[in-house]
């Protein structure tokens, strides 16, 4: 076995000579210990938070939104989407029309967006994860609007002797004094809500495309394409083929691109809690800076008949190192354990509810093998750093020892 880390393990195990050495050697295993559990919990909760979002976002979402660049509108027959519809690695092909309007229950009234689809949304989308009451029915006249809209006009779900009024402006100039006669109106019947969060329950009112075109004055007109590609297709490649066929008029975004502010916000967010909680294992790491030196001093004895035996300051140096580094090693592999033990409970049985009404029951977790690595990398390096600064001083004090 390797001299420097014979000593160095029974340093670690043996019991000193001083008990307040083997209790900051156990404090300092146990604040490395807890500070990678905290790490390992924390990220991976919020791994599974992100996701869960990300999927909410997907789920209401398009694989890849064609809109145009310059006006609100497009034509729905131009020979362009025609030759659009020939890619055979579209699976899904939703039209959309989407614009502010007005929607009046009883003596309750909210401006939301109108989100009119063709047939194949549902499809496309899986909207049926996202429903909250009711089902998801846009045949005739039904709607199915946001958990927050709902709630603020107080309407009832299949309510067909109170039917809803959507009012949106008639297209071009009128001439009647009566503002009435400038609004073109639709009654409707709230077959169903969602609930993603407070941007899209706030906001949203889905119905088919048909209707839509009724209230906006619309007729082959459309605001959006949704597509959604085969499972097998190569996304960059389809990207870029539509591209090709759409030309520059046109913007072809994916998912991650629709929803820009909320990626780039999740992974700022993953680094700073990452770079706190490092910190917290730095502060933790303190005890082993305070160990090491403790048993230094403790040492000298051993030192001095080391060196007398032939050790040379390199490998005396080797002994301690790897004293810090077992301290640190221990630490983090028992909190990677402990925390993935959790996770794993968490995972498993559910122990951390939400109360009702959430989109899930339990706080979503998820471990990834990157982190757990990256974790421990970490851990193993400020565990280096915190052994080799009192290790320094080692030899500033050797003569003084040896006297």
């Known amino acids: 076995m390797n001299l420097p880390i014979f000593i160095a393990k029974r340093y670690l195990i043996s019991k000193k000579s001083h008990n307040a050495i083997n209790v900051i050697s156990y404090i300092a295993i146990t604040g490395v210990c807890i500070a990678t559990m905290a790490l390992v919990i924390v990220l991976s909760a919020f791994n599974g938070l992100s996701d869960l979002v990300k999927s909410l976002y997907n789920s209401f979402d398009a694989e890849i939104k064609i809109s145009p660049i310059i006006g609100k509108t497009f034509l729905s027959n131009s020979a362009e989407l025609a030759e659009l519809k020939k890619i055979k690695d579209i699976a899904f092909y939703t039209e959309v029309i989407e614009s502010k309007a007005l929607l009046k229950y009883k003596n309750k009234q909210a401006i939301v967006t109108i989100k009119g689809v063709s047939a194949d949304f549902l499809k496309m989308s899986e909207f049926n994860n996202l429903i909250h009451d009711g089902e998801f029915n846009i045949e005739k006249n039904n709607v199915v609007m946001g958990k927050g809209i709902y709630y603020k006009l107080q309407t009832s779900i299949n309510d067909f002797s109170s039917p809803l009024s959507i009012f949106a402006p008639k297209r071009g100039n009128t001439n009647s004094i009566n503002p009435d006669d400038g609004l073109n109106e639709i009654k409707a019947f709230t077959a169903g809500t969602f609930s993603i969060n407070d941007d899209f329950d706030d906001k949203y009112v889905i119905m088919n495309i048909e209707n839509a075109r009724a209230i906006f004055d619309y007729t082959n007109e459309i605001t959006s394409i949704e597509l959604k590609l085969q499972s097998t297709a190569n996304k960059q490649s389809i990207e870029e083929k539509i591209k090709s066929i759409l030309g520059k008029n046109f913007t072809i975004q994916n998912k991650e ?3 820009a502010l909320l990626f780039k916000t999740f992974k700022s967010e993953k680094l700073w809690t990452f770079i706190i909680l490092v910190f917290i294992l730095i502060i933790a790491t303190f005890n082993v800076i305070g160990s090491i030196t403790m048993l230094i001093i403790e040492k000298k004895k051993d030192i001095a008949i080391l060196s007398h035996l032939g050790a040379d300051s390199k490998t005396i140096k080797k002994i301690f190192l790897s004293e810090g580094l077992m301290i640190s090693l221990v630490g983090a592999l028992s909190g990677l354990i402990l925390g993935v033990l959790f996770c794993w409970i968490q995972i498993k ?42 290790i320094q001083n080692l030899f500033k004090t050797k003569s003084n020892a040896l006297n």
């Open 349 to 390: 049985f559910s122990i951390i509810t939400f109360s009702e009404g959430y989109v899930v029951d339990a706080y979503p977790v998820k471990m990834e093998i990157t982190d757990i690595c990256l974790i421990l990398l970490i851990v193993l390096v400020v565990g280096f750093f915190a052994a080799w600064y009192p």
């Open 257 to 259: 691109e629709q929803n």
